[in-house]
């Protein structure tokens, strides 16, 4: 196991690299112009030129980014161009980061709750109704776009029924309360996406292993049908969900932007888009880079996990 | 068996139960509304207006700094304007009005002398004196085209301390409408001690001297302002304001949200209502909407003219009497907004009202296309930046309307950062623009885009080349020197008359205003300043 982990962990480092050197240059070569979005309209070249001179923009290309991906890996990602002179930006995404994990962690806990027993479900009752109905529900799931769900769920259950707040977020530490019903909506529109993509993965997984010999010799050994589901079937089944988990987390970061910014959330996400209207640099930069580490560590985890389940795997 | 049920449409079915279930429009009104605006509902011969509360205020996220000079958005103005107060008021008859600024003398015919309000105390306790407003200006002065406000206030060039209360100001050129542009954004004043002890280069905590003090903002979230104690304005019946002891601006970007919070009573108000929700407020009768006067050039088609084909003016002309701007007020707007004949707004006491400006007259715009040379049209691009959903349905109609005349404009949706660029290094073409901005002196809106040395003009006839239309400076210097309202109008309009006549850089479509909507009963007071800032000194918010 200590190899793989090494091998793993080897395999990653040249991932980080190249992640960072896409993020540079696809920033770098991003139309507009920083200095002209600090300075504004009214800045005449003269003043441009001395900003472009002051952010370090004016430098050659490969010089920026050796000097910022030097930076990075000392954990140094430089200060905001908009949000205060001399705050680290690392400071400002830290503050925002814990609304964005907790809603993450809502989405995948009620993804799985939600997507898990669905799929069970639906394909111990294959081709039933039941079936039907779940089949239908993931692909509303996957089909339904956010933002339009996310705005028919805000009329629904906070202008009709008046049942939770339509936005905004309140820290749990504050009013526990408070912050569970601000963050339920927009933790079921996330978690509906990752419900409707488990709930199909496990029926179809399911399907294939309720076919397998062994399922059929445990059945005839006399074993009871929820022992044959729950030790033999699902066990097995769930482990292609494990590394779904870790794909999952790109597809988690992508609706958190969006849907942090119907709800107004104070999160990782509304950061990231509004720093990149502001032609905030080293902000973007240094958001995009830790979203991506975040879903490459997340795959390492899950990768680990996987090959801790499945020992085919780690001696492959 | 027939599976007939795997027919069926799953996205279509969910769909229906919530499209069923959110039906209805405006929600019917609760019996808790319904008792609210009964018990509360201040009417005519009411006095007393309640104090104490919290009023929770919806809007766009404002960024920082929230400093008058280096913020970026009127949105922010809308906070910082409770918190720094201004040098001067605008009333509702557009005549300018003393407020931290008592009084003022024009001295030689060009500078002048200003008198303060004595007793004003900052929020940090230092004094609203003549340092203090010394140091804004000379601060705006030195900060050059950074400052935000310097691109209303280009004159000044100095400024004096007379006495503890008596400030002169020194300008380069005799400006009449400088007292008018200290009603607005260039008019805000702050401590220059606070702006020392935040490090001298940003103010981002505001520390002013305005009805409320500020306490905090969580970025993306909320700002939250509180009475200040010292405030030294008093109500007609010699109350003390502001009423309310406290404000929290939510930051709600998507409108439906906005207006979403409102129904549902977590916010009080909300700014920045769009038309298209105006009739669903209206109906709704929680809800009442104000809205400020329509006097800003709310939508308007930017033109360079450093290449084809709007070097030549006559197709600017053939563009703009092809376009028909009622059909966009009534079509995009429902009304809500007015068709825009000239620059100079109908809030602007300049303002014309029988210039008629560019009207749609098809057979006058394929003579202009003739003049200019080509008569069956021609072909060119207009751009507007990603994510102007607004802003591009006026573009689709313009590009429909004036294919009529055999002109054909592609739509190309350029980043906002990339448009910007374009627009600053001139290799724009047709930008629709919104917002443009309110004037409370034709000076600002009637310079900067069209005069050869305006701010707005630096790139029009090409990169780093203003366009000049011949006779239009001189107007505009002699419009803008001291002398009465009606000679100063009678220039303006000539000024106006002359460049519509020419083929103008900048087409107006429509003017429209700032709005806001409230919960009926529960708050009120609300009103806007002229320019659509939005003052809560004597907003009040009751509960019971």
């Known amino acids: 196991?200590?190899?793989?982990?090494?091998?793993?962990?080897?395999?990653?480092?040249?991932?980080?690299?190249?992640?960072?050197?896409?993020?540079?240059?696809?920033?770098?070569?991003?139309?507009?112009?920083?200095?002209?979005?600090?300075?504004?309209?009214?800045?005449?070249?003269?003043?441009?030129?001395?900003?472009?001179?002051?952010?370090?923009?004016?430098?050659?290309?490969?010089?920026?980014?050796?000097?910022?991906?030097?930076?990075?890996?000392?954990?140094?990602?430089?200060?905001?161009?908009?949000?205060?002179?001399?705050?680290?930006?690392?400071?400002?995404?830290?503050?925002?980061?814990?609304?964005?994990?907790?809603?993450?962690?809502?989405?995948?806990?009620l993804g799985?709750?939600?997507?898990?027993?669905?799929?069970?479900?639906?394909?111990?009752?294959?081709?039933?109704?039941?079936?039907?109905?779940v089949t239908s529900f993931a692909v509303s799931g996957l089909a339904m776009p956010s933002f339009w769900m996310a705005i028919l769920l805000i009329l629904l259950f906070a202008v009709r029924l008046d049942w939770l707040p339509p936005s905004g977020f309140v820290p749990f530490a504050e009013d526990p309360i408070g912050n569970l019903r601000?963050?339920?909506?927009?933790?079921?529109?996330?978690?509906?996406?990752?419900?409707?993509?488990?709930?199909?993965?496990?029926?179809?997984?399911?399907?294939?292993?309720?076919?397998?010999?062994?399922?059929?010799?445990?059945?005839?050994?006399?074993?009871?049908?929820?022992?044959?589901?729950?030790?033999?079937?699902?066990?097995?089944?769930?482990?292609?969900?494990?590394?779904?988990?870790?794909?999952?987390?790109?597809?988690?970061?992508?609706?958190?932007?969006?849907?942090?910014?119907?709800?107004?959330?104070?999160?990782?996400?509304?950061?990231?888009?509004?720093?990149?209207?502001?032609?905030?640099?080293?902000?973007?930069?240094?958001?995009?880079?830790?979203?991506?580490?975040g879903v490459v560590f997340g795959n390492l985890l899950v990768d680990l996990a996987y090959g801790y389940l499945d020992p085919r795997i780690r001696h492959a | 068996?027939?599976?007939?049920?795997?027919?069926?449409?799953?996205?279509?079915?969910?769909?229906?139960?919530?499209?069923?279930?959110?039906?209805?429009?405006?929600?019917?009104?609760?019996?808790?509304?319904?008792?609210?605006?009964?018990?509360?509902?201040?009417?005519?011969?009411a006095v007393v207006i309640p104090r104490g509360g919290t009023l929770t205020l919806g809007m766009i996220a404002v960024a920082p700094p929230l400093d008058p000079d280096l913020s970026r958005g009127s949105n922010v103005w809308e906070v910082t304007n409770n918190v720094y107060d201004l040098l001067l008021h605008l009333g509702e008859d557009r005549q300018v009005k003393p407020h931290l600024l008592e009084s003022w003398d024009l001295v030689d015919g060009k500078d002048y002398v200003f008198h303060l309000r004595k007793g004003v105390k900052f929020h940090d306790g230092t004094n609203f004196n003549a340092v203090a407003v010394k140091a804004k200006f000379d601060r705006m002065i030195k900060m050059g085209a950074l400052s935000r406000a310097r691109g209303y206030l280009s004159e000044p060039t100095g400024a004096a301390v007379v006495d503890e209360y008596t400030l002169k100001v020194t300008l380069s050129t005799p400006s009449a409408a400088l007292i008018s542009f200290l009603t607005t954004m260039p008019g805000f004043v702050y401590s220059p001690a606070a702006l020392?002890?935040?490090?001298?280069?940003?103010?981002?905590?505001?520390?002013?001297?305005?009805?409320?003090?500020?306490?905090?903002?969580?970025?993306?979230s909320h700002i939250t302002l509180e009475r200040s104690p010292d405030y030294w304005e008093k109500d007609a019946a010699g109350q003390q304001l502001p009423y309310l002891d406290r404000v929290r601006y939510v930051m709600i970007n998507d409108p439906t949200v906005r207006l979403a919070n409102l129904r549902t009573g977590d916010a009080d108000a909300s700014l920045y209502m769009r038309a298209p929700e105006f009739p669903r407020i209206a109906a709704d009768?929680?809800?009442?909407?104000?809205?400020?006067?329509?006097?800003?050039?709310?939508?308007?088609?930017?033109?360079?003219?450093?290449?084809?084909?709007?070097?030549?003016?006559?197709?600017?002309?053939?563009?703009?009497?092809?376009?028909?701007?009622?059909?966009?007020?009534?079509?995009?707007?429902?009304g809500a907004y007015l068709p825009a004949k000239g620059y100079i707004t109908p809030g602007q006491w300049a303002y014309d009202p029988d210039f008629k400006g560019y009207y749609l007259d098809l057979a006058l715009s394929r003579g202009f296309l003739t003049e200019a040379g080509n008569p069956t049209g021609f072909k060119s691009k207009i751009e507007i930046g990603a994510g102007d959903l607004p802003g591009l349905r006026v573009a689709e109609a313009i590009q429909s309307q004036v294919a009529k005349v055999g002109i054909v404009l592609d739509i190309e949706t350029v980043e906002a950062a990339a448009l910007t660029k374009r627009t600053q290094d001139g290799s724009a073409t047709l930008v629709v623009s919104r917002?443009?901005?309110?004037?409370?002196?034709?000076?600002?809106?009637?310079?900067?885009?069209?005069?050869?040395?305006?701010?707005?003009?630096?790139?029009?006839?090409?990169?780093?080349?203003?366009?000049?239309?011949?006779?239009?400076?001189?107007?505009?210097?002699?419009?803008?020197?001291?002398?009465?309202?009606?000679?100063?109008?009678?220039?303006?309009?000539?000024?106006?008359?002359?460049?519509?006549?020419?083929?103008?850089?900048?087409?107006?479509?429509?003017?429209?205003?700032?709005?806001?909507?409230?919960?009926?009963?529960?708050?009120?007071?609300?009103?806007?300043?002229?320019?659509?800032?939005?003052?809560?000194?004597?907003?009040?918010?009751?509960?019971?």
């Open chain 2, 196 to 220: 020392a002890a935040q490090g001298g280069e940003a103010m981002e905590k505001p520390v002013g001297a305005g009805p409320f003090r500020f306490v905090e903002l969580v970025l993306d």
């Open chain 1, 182 to 293: 601000h963050l339920a909506l927009p933790a079921f529109v996330l978690g509906v996406d990752i419900a409707a993509v488990v709930a199909r993965l496990v029926r179809s997984e399911m399907l294939e292993v309720l076919g397998q010999d062994y399922v059929r010799t445990a059945r005839s050994k006399g074993l009871r049908e929820h022992v044959v589901v729950l030790r033999h079937v699902l066990r097995n089944a769930l482990i292609p969900v494990v590394t779904l988990l870790g794909l999952l987390a790109g597809r988690l970061v992508s609706g958190s932007v969006i849907i942090e910014t119907i709800f107004a959330l104070p999160g990782v996400g509304q950061l990231t888009v509004s720093s990149l209207f502001n032609r905030d640099l080293p902000l973007v930069q240094a958001t995009l880079f830790l979203i991506t580490m």
């Open chain 2, 285 to 334: 009768p929680n809800l009442r909407l104000v809205r400020a006067a329509l006097e800003d050039p709310t939508v308007e088609l930017r033109i360079w003219r450093g290449h084809a084909p709007y070097d030549n003016r006559f197709n600017i002309k053939a563009l703009a009497f092809a376009i028909d701007r009622e059909a966009i007020a009534q079509g995009l707007y429902q």
């Open chain 2, 1 to 45: 068996m027939i599976r007939w049920y795997r027919h069926l449409s799953a996205t279509g079915l969910i769909v229906t139960i919530l499209a069923t279930a959110c039906g209805g429009g405006a929600a019917a009104p609760t019996a808790t509304a319904t008792k609210a605006v009964a018990a509360v509902a201040p009417t005519a011969t």
């Open chain 2, 435 to 544: 917002n443009v901005g309110f004037g409370p002196d034709p000076a600002y809106l009637m310079k900067q885009p069209f005069h050869t040395k305006g701010g707005f003009n630096v790139h029009l006839g090409g990169a780093g080349k203003p366009y000049t239309t011949p006779g239009y400076d001189e107007l505009i210097d002699k419009a803008g020197e001291p002398r009465t309202t009606a000679e100063r109008t009678q220039l303006y309009r000539e000024a106006q008359r002359l460049i519509f006549d020419w083929g103008t850089n900048r087409v107006p479509i429509v003017y429209g205003g700032e709005s806001l909507a409230h919960r009926v009963g529960v708050v009120g007071g609300f009103s806007f300043a002229p320019g659509g800032l939005l003052l809560l000194h004597r907003v009040w918010v009751d509960r019971r």
């Open chain 1, 112 to 133: 799985i709750a939600l997507g898990l027993p669905l799929g069970i479900i639906a394909a111990l009752r294959r081709n039933s109704l039941i079936d039907l109905g």
């Open chain 1, 1 to 109: 196991m200590t190899a793989y982990i090494i091998r793993r962990l080897l395999l990653t480092a040249p991932v980080v690299v190249l992640l960072s050197v896409i993020i540079f240059v696809v920033l770098y070569v991003m139309p507009g112009d920083v200095a002209l979005a600090v300075l504004g309209q009214f800045a005449s070249p003269a003043e441009l030129a001395a900003m472009r001179e002051k952010l370090g923009l004016d430098r050659p290309a490969v010089v920026q980014y050796l000097s910022w991906a030097g930076k990075i890996f000392k954990g140094d990602f430089g200060t905001s161009f908009f949000y205060g002179e001399g705050v680290p930006v690392l400071q400002t995404i830290l503050q925002r980061l814990p609304v964005s994990l907790q809603l993450g962690a809502s989405a995948i806990v």
